[in-house]
C-alpha cells in the first residue's frame, strides 16, 4: 500500500491525469491505492499523436515540451471541473525516456498542475534504462504533487541531471476569467472601440504596425485582444496568459470571447484589426454550421455596428487585399481595406515560433 497515495486519496483534491510517454506508474499507485475513486476522477493515456491531438485541440508543435504539458494540465483541470471536483486539479505529464530505439535529444519529462490558484511547471532530466528513468519520473510525480496540492507529503525531488520548477500564481482577474465569473478585463484604461484579437504567440513588429495603421485610419486609440478560451482547445494557463501579456506596452483586453460574434456582443460598435485570412474565416459556413446560420451571425454583427479594418496578408501564394475578395454585402459595407502600399508584412507568428534548423 503506498503512504505517499493515501495520504492524496484523504485530501480533499480530485483530479484528472494526462500522462503519454512515460508516468503510468502514477496511475497504477493511485489505483491500487484504497480511496482512489475519491481522489482520480479520470486518468488517460494518450499515447499517439492523434489521442493527444485530441485532448489538447491539435497537434502540437513538439509533443514532448513545457506547453504541451501544460495544455494537458489545463484540459485535465477543465474535465475535473466538468466532473465535479470541487477542489479541483489537473496534472499533465509528457516524456520522452529510454526505449527500444535511438532518440534524439535528451531523456526528459514535462510536467504541468494546474489548480485554480496556480499552475506549477517543472522539467527533469533523466539517464539510465527505461525502468530507472520511470522509477525516477514517478517519484519526480509525486514531488511535484506535493508542492502543488501543498500535501506536506515528506518526499523530496528525486536526484536527476536537472530539475527546473517554477509556479505562477492566477492575479484575481485571471481566475475570475477561468472561473467564467467576468467576460473581459482590460490592462489598462480603455473604451474597447477599437480592438486587435489574436494570440499572438508570440508578438511581433507587423502587429504594432497594424494597430498604429488602424489608429490612424479611423481616428480611435487601439487595444490589443487575448482571448484565454479558444474553440476546442484548452483555456490558456496562468504561464501562458503571463507570458504573452509580458509582450505588449499597450492596452490588452483579456477576455473569454473566442469569436468574433461573442467579442461584437461584448463591444457593439467596435472596430476589429484582422488580416485578409481571418476575414475569409468569418465567411466560412463550415465555422457556423450552415449557410444560414453565418449569414444570421453577419447580420447580427452589421446590427451590432461592428466594422472591420482588413489588411493584406499571403494567401496561397499571393498577397491578396480586401479588393481581391468576394463578400456578402452586408459584411463588405462594414469593412475598411488598408492598402497593400500601405502595409506589407510578410512574417506571421506561426513561422516564428518554427524551431530553427
Same mark, same amino acid.
Do not use: K
Given at each position: 500500500m503506498s503512504q505517499r497515495a493515501l495520504t492524496l486519496h484523504h485530501s480533499p483534491w480530485q483530479g484528472v491525469l494526462y500522462v503519454t510517454g512515460g508516468g503510468t506508474e502514477l496511475l497504477s499507485e493511485l489505483l491500487t491505492t484504497p480511496g482512489a475513486s475519491?481522489?482520480?476522477? @479520470?486518468a488517460f493515456v494518450p499515447y499517439t499523436p492523434e489521442s493527444l491531438a485530441e485532448r489538447i485541440g491539435g497537434t502540437p508543435d513538439q509533443a514532448c515540451s513545457a506547453s504541451t504539458a501544460r495544455a494537458l494540465a489545463m484540459a485535465a483541470f477543465q474535465r475535473a471541473r466538468l466532473l465535479g471536483g470541487e477542489s479541483a486539479f489537473g496534472l499533465g505529464c509528457t516524456a520522452s525516456l529510454a526505449t527500444d530505439r535511438e532518440k534524439k535529444g535528451a531523456h526528459r519529462a514535462h510536467v504541468s498542475i494546474q489548480t485554480i490558484a496556480t499552475t506549477y511547471n517543472a522539467e527533469i532530466l533523466l539517464e539510465g534504462d527505461r525502468a530507472a528513468e520511470e522509477d525516477t519520473l514517478v517519484a519526480f510525480l509525486w514531488h511535484a504533487l506535493d508542492q502543488a496540492l501543498g500535501l506536506?507529503?515528506?518526499?523530496?525531488?528525486?536526484?536527476?541531471?536537472?530539475?527546473?520548477?517554477?509556479?505562477t500564481h492566477a492575479q484575481a482577474h485571471w481566475r475570475a476569467l477561468?472561473?467564467? @465569473?467576468?467576460? $473581459?478585463?482590460?490592462? $489598462?484604461?480603455h473604451d474597447g472601440g477599437l480592438l486587435f484579437p489574436g494570440a499572438f504567440n508570440p508578438l511581433h513588429h507587423a502587429h504594432a504596425r497594424m494597430l498604429e495603421i488602424a489608429e490612424q485610419r479611423t481616428g480611435l486609440s487601439g487595444a490589443f485582444e487575448l482571448s484565454i478560451v479558444n474553440v476546442d482547445k484548452p483555456l490558456l494557463d496562468y504561464t501562458e496568459i503571463e507570458a504573452r501579456l509580458s509582450q505588449f506596452s499597450a492596452p490588452?483586453?483579456?477576455?473569454?470571447?473566442?469569436?468574433?460574434?461573442e467579442k461584437a456582443r461584448h463591444f457593439p460598435g467596435a472596430h476589429f484589426v484582422l488580416g485578409i485570412d481571418t476575414l475569409l474565416r468569418l465567411v466560412e459556413p463550415r465555422y457556423y454550421g450552415t449557410t444560414a446560420d453565418r449569414d444570421r451571425a453577419l447580420e447580427e454583427l452589421h446590427a451590432l455596428g461592428s466594422r472591420f479594418v482588413v489588411f493584406g496578408r499571403e494567401h496561397h501564394g499571393a498577397f491578396r487585399v480586401l479588393e481581391d475578395i468576394t463578400l456578402p454585402a452586408p459584411l463588405r459595407s462594414r469593412c475598411i481595406g488598408v492598402r497593400q502600399a500601405d502595409f506589407h508584412e510578410p512574417i506571421s507568428s506561426s513561422d516564428l515560433r518554427k524551431p530553427t534548423p
Open positions: 475519491r481522489t482520480v476522477l @479520470e506536506e507529503m515528506d518526499v523530496s525531488a528525486p536526484e536527476a541531471p536537472r530539475v527546473d520548477t517554477d509556479r477561468i472561473l467564467g @465569473e467576468t467576460q $473581459a478585463v482590460a490592462s $489598462a484604461h490588452v483586453w483579456l477576455t473569454r470571447l473566442p469569436t468574433f460574434l
